[in-house]
């Protein structure tokens, strides 16, 4: 019976055992899966967390480069929109320099009597011209269109023919005052010298007529074309007024 319970006692210590290693490398074991699965976890977080960054680093890059890109095509669309403005201006400027020359040409003078008023009328037309000519170089700078920089060219070439003409006309008619003058001063019997004034006056006149008749036919031989240069200049300006902006 001792050895009985003995051997029994052997038995059931050497089960407590084994089932006590057994609960225990179980727990191990568990604590092991529970390591790794915490440790996959972990770096699955880590992973993540990595990934993320580079997400959030790449993101903040586009940001970046976007915002530049916007600030370009900002100083771009400026500069686009200053180049036509200047366009605008410069085709504005020289259509009044242009006609303002024109019509000067033809109607600038005021007394073609004075000889005085008439030197003033050629150095303001000579002037006007100065200003032509360098409205046409500003012109001719920002406007990439050769039809219109054909137009200014030949409307040019007219104008300073009118001028050519009209400045041998001044020359002409300051040579008639002075004769007029010439009259009024001579010592001769009054009779005499009512005559050959009036004479010298009806070829005043008669000059007066053929200048600005000249100028006239002058003027309408090249009405169409400045017809057709104003008509090309306001499509021009509407074109660029309604370009897309970028």
């Not at 680093?57 to 900002?74: A, G, H, P, R, Y």
């Not at 037309?125 to 012109?139: A, M, S, W």
């Not at 004034?197 to 009405?223: G, P, R, T």
Request: with cysteine.
């Amino acid at each position: 019976m001792d050895w009985i319970d003995t051997n029994l006692l052997i038995s059931i210590c050497t089960c407590a055992i084994g089932l006590t290693q057994f609960l225990f490398w179980r727990y191990i074991a568990k604590q092991k899966s529970y390591e790794s699965e915490k440790g996959r976890n972990l770096a699955t977080k880590e992973d993540i967390g990595e990934i993320t960054k580079e997400i959030k680093t790449v993101e903040s890059s586009f940001i970046n480069e976007t915002e530049k890109l916007k600030t370009t095509l900002s100083v771009l669309a400026n500069i686009q929109t200053n180049v036509a403005s200047i366009e605008r201006e410069a085709i504005i400027e020289l259509n009044k320099s242009l006609f303002t020359y024109l019509n000067f040409t033809m109607t600038g003078i005021n007394n073609s009597r004075n000889n005085n008023e008439l030197d003033k009328y050629i150095n303001l037309l000579n002037e006007k011209h100065r200003k032509t000519n360098e409205d046409i170089i500003l012109f001719n700078l920002f406007i990439n269109d050769r039809e219109l920089q054909n137009q200014v060219e030949r409307l040019f070439i007219d104008i300073i023919s009118m001028d050519t003409e009209r400045q041998k006309d001044v020359i002409e008619l300051k040579e008639i005052n002075n004769k007029l003058e010439s009259i009024k001063n001579e010592d001769i019997g009054t009779k005499e010298k009512r005559e050959k004034y009036s004479k010298a006056i009806d070829k005043y006149k008669s000059f007066i007529e053929k200048m600005y008749d000249k100028q006239l036919h002058k003027y309408n031989s090249f009405l169409e074309l400045q017809q057709s240069f104003r008509k090309n200049c306001r499509a021009y300006i509407y074109q660029s007024i309604e370009k897309p902006e970028h």
